[in-house]
Antibody, heavy 119, light 112 residues
Framework: QVRLVESGGGVVQPGGSLRLSCAAS????????MQWVRQAPGRGLEWVAL????????YYVDYVKGRFTISRDSSKNTVYLEINSLRAEDTAVYYC????????????WGKGTTVTVSS | DIVMTQSPLSLPVTPGEPASISCRSSQSLLNSKGYNYLDWYVQKPGQSPQLLISLDSGRASGVPDRFSGSGSGTDFTLKISRVEAEDVGVYYCMQALQTPITFGQGTRLEIK
C-alpha cells in the first residue's frame, strides 16, 4: 500500500528554519518524482517544489527560491523540504505528494504537517 | 505562469442532480504527445486533497464513474452525473504541463 507520512512541522519564530520530512512506503522514491504543496489557513492549494525521480532535477515556485530546498534520501525512502528565513506567510499545512508514473502530478497525498510562523 | 480559473466558486446542488465545474487555463495544456496535462482534485472536509481525474489517464482508482472529465487546450469541465452527499468538498483543477504547477482557486460544492 502506497503511503506518505509528513513530519517536522511546528511553531517557529519569523526568520527561523524547519526541515519537513515525508516518509514514503509501498514504492521506491527513485522511480517517482515527488512534490510539496502547501495550503495556508482558509486558502487554496499552492504548489511549492518538486524533485524528479533522478533526484537531480528540482523545481520551485519563484517566491520560495533561495529559501526552500527539496531533497531526498533514497536509503531512507524519504523526501525533505528545508525551509529557511521563515515568514508569517509561510504558515500553512504542507503536503507531500507522489507523481504518477509518467509525468508531474499528485496521485497520492500525505495527511500534511502544519507550520506556524509566529513570534 | 499558467493561470487556472475555475467557475463557479460556489456550487449548491440538490442530491441526485448533476453538477458541472469549469476550468480555463491561460495557455493550452496540450503537450507534444497530444495529451492535456490537466488534473482534478477534491478536498473533502478535514481531509487531504485526493486525485479524482487525470485527463490523460482517466479516473483515479476507486473514483465512481459518475465523475467525468473532458476538454482540451484551454477549456475543461468536471461533471458529476448525480451528486451524492459524500461529494461535498472543494474541487480544484491543476495544470501539470509546466512549472510552476498551478491550481485553480477551488470550487466549493455543497448540498442544498
Amino acid at each position: 500500500q502506497v503511503r506518505l507520512v509528513e513530519s517536522g512541522g511546528g511553531v517557529v519564530q519569523p526568520g527561523g528554519s524547519l526541515r519537513l520530512s515525508c516518509a514514503a512506503s509501498g514504492f521506491t522514491l527513485t522511480n517517482y518524482g515527488m512534490q510539496w504543496v502547501r495550503q495556508a489557513p482558509g486558502r487554496g492549494l499552492e504548489w511549492v517544489a518538486l524533485i524528479e525521480n533522478d533526484g537531480i532535477n528540482k523545481y520551485y515556485v519563484d517566491y520560495v527560491k533561495g529559501r526552500f530546498t527539496i531533497s531526498r534520501d533514497s536509503s531512507k525512502n524519504t523526501v525533505y523540504l528545508e525551509i529557511n528565513s521563515l515568514r508569517a506567510e509561510d504558515t500553512a499545512v504542507y503536503y507531500c505528494a507522489k507523481d504518477p508514473p509518467t509525468r508531474w502530478g499528485m496521485d497520492v497525498w500525505g495527511k500534511g504537517t502544519t507550520v506556524t510562523v509566529s513570534s | 505562469d499558467i493561470v487556472m480559473t475555475q467557475s463557479p466558486l460556489s456550487l449548491p446542488v440538490t442530491p441526485g442532480e448533476p453538477a458541472s465545474i469549469s476550468c480555463r487555463s491561460s495557455q493550452s495544456l496540450l503537450n507534444s504527445k497530444g495529451y492535456n496535462y490537466l488534473d482534478w482534485y477534491v478536498q473533502k472536509p478535514g481531509q487531504s486533497p485526493q486525485l479524482l481525474i487525470s485527463l490523460d489517464s482517466g479516473r483515479a482508482s476507486g473514483v465512481p464513474d459518475r465523475f467525468s472529465g473532458s476538454g482540451s487546450g484551454t477549456d475543461f469541465t468536471l461533471k458529476i452525473s448525480r451528486v451524492e452527499a459524500e461529494d461535498v468538498g472543494v474541487y480544484y483543477c491543476m495544470q501539470a504541463l509546466q512549472t510552476p504547477i498551478t491550481f485553480g482557486q477551488g470550487t466549493r460544492l455543497e448540498i442544498k
